[in-house]
């Protein structure tokens, strides 16, 4: 591991622990502050470094960035808080999730930066949300596959999750198909998971981004963390319910990989190699990494390169009714001008569309044996696969 890595992670856990980690004082500040603000994880480095040697090289720059993301963070909270009043004052059941969850744990908010704000409802509530938020000044932006967006003039975003784990990632779609199953009551309106199941879910939905193209170290600190707030969990439970995901293996190599950050065991080969993959990933991954993903995945559900990539053409000729149904709303009341509507979005693409085309065939030609196969080997080395159903 590299040395400019050991004390960023030394950093990371002196501002959560207070347990002192020497950090050298000649660091690469400016790559320290690089990796930190692709990782959204600035004020809890910044506390670390300032913790371990007072003022250092870059601290004004570090100091100014952490004073713009608590001010972030701040109206997020606050949010939050009125959209939990507003749910719980008109009978709107939800769960916090993610980050809107694990946060609370931290010992300060902005320790634990939020890209938005997740909460899981019940869909047959929505009619009645949807005025409710446009009363606090939110704005209804897309439906996507598992969540509706909404955001703020200021830049804020909330996702409503009508599912934990998107349907196209069908294997662990499959544990979550029923949202609401391991929901917990706690007050008023609000729900829970129990702290062994949200454990896996922050674990699942890890490993569903380092498996379509990556995930950084808030995720991962998110984990070592919850253990270290969490003594008691139960660890036959989990890793029972891990084994059924089949991310029980995946699950031991993070977990070692965690031991060498902040616990000082010996790195190995495979936990250098997630150290780096990790770092490189930034908060959500490559584009080229992202792209291989989509690659290997739309492989996984065919029998070959050659019949995915056919399909992938397909799909994006003919765009599926749900698809074509959020770019033409005409077609909620008449379907049958489908095929009409597929020409104009054809002829709109030849036109105005030559950057999205270029994209696509690139996209296409990552639909190779030898690129897929690259990248499903590298997710075998760390446990994992696409286990999806053919389609």
């Known amino acids: 591991m590299e040395k400019l890595h050991i004390n960023l992670l030394s950093a990371i856990k002196l501002a959560l622990t207070g347990e002192s980690a020497p950090i050298d004082k000649d660091l690469d500040y400016k790559e320290i502050f690089k990796i930190s603000r692709t990782h959204q994880i600035i004020p809890l480095v910044f506390d670390g470094l300032y913790k371990a040697n007072g003022q250092f090289e870059g601290f004004e720059n570090f100091r100014n960035v952490t004073f713009q993301l608590i001010r972030r963070d701040q109206n997020q909270l606050y ?14 059941e939800y769960m916090l999730l993610k980050g809107s969850s694990i946060k609370r744990y931290y010992p300060t908010s902005e320790f634990r930066l939020m890209g938005d704000i997740d ?13 409710l938020l446009t009363e606090i000044g939110l704005v209804e932006k897309v439906e996507s596959d598992h969540e509706l967006i909404w955001v703020s003039s200021n830049g804020l975003i909330l996702e409503l999750h009508k599912r934990l784990i998107p349907s196209y990632n069908d294997d662990y779609y499959s544990y979550y198909i029923n949202p609401w199953e391991k929901a917990v009551y706690k007050s008023n309106c609000s729900y829970s998971m129990s702290k062994e199941d949200e454990y896996i879910y922050i674990f699942t939905h890890l490993t569903k981004h380092y498996r379509d193209g990556g995930i950084g170290l808030r995720h991962l600190i998110d984990i070592w963390y919850f253990t270290l707030k969490h003594s008691l969990l139960n660890k036959t439970y989990i890793n029972k319910e891990l084994e ?45 990494w992202h792209e291989k993903a989509n690659a290997a995945r739309a492989t996984a559900r065919t029998d070959s390169t050659s019949s995915a990539k056919k399909k992938t053409v397909l799909r994006l000729i003919f765009l599926p009714m749900d698809e074509m149904r959020k770019k033409f709303p005409i077609l909620e009341k008449l379907p049958f001008l489908l095929p009409l ?32 196969d690259n990248y499903n080997s590298e997710l075998k080395k760390v446990g994992l696969k696409f286990n999806l159903k053919k389609k």
Not at 79 to 92: M, R, V
């Open 244 to 288: 059924k995901l089949e991310l029980l293996e995946f699950h031991n190599n993070i977990i070692d990989t965690l031991d060498v950050w902040f616990n000082g065991k010996e790195p190995t080969e495979l936990t250098d190699y997630i150290t780096q993959r990790i770092i490189e990933s930034g908060s959500f991954g490559l584009r080229e």
């Open 341 to 372: 509507l597929w020409v104009v979005r054809w002829i709109n693409a030849i036109f105005n569309k030559r950057k999205s085309i270029a994209s696509e065939t690139r996209r296409l030609n990552l639909i190779d044996d030898q690129i897929v």
């Open 119 to 131: 909460l899981l409802i019940k869909e047959n509530q929505y009619d009645v949300i949807k005025p």
């Open 79 to 92: 949010y939050l808080k009125k959209i939990e009043a507003l749910f719980n004052n008109n009978g709107i």
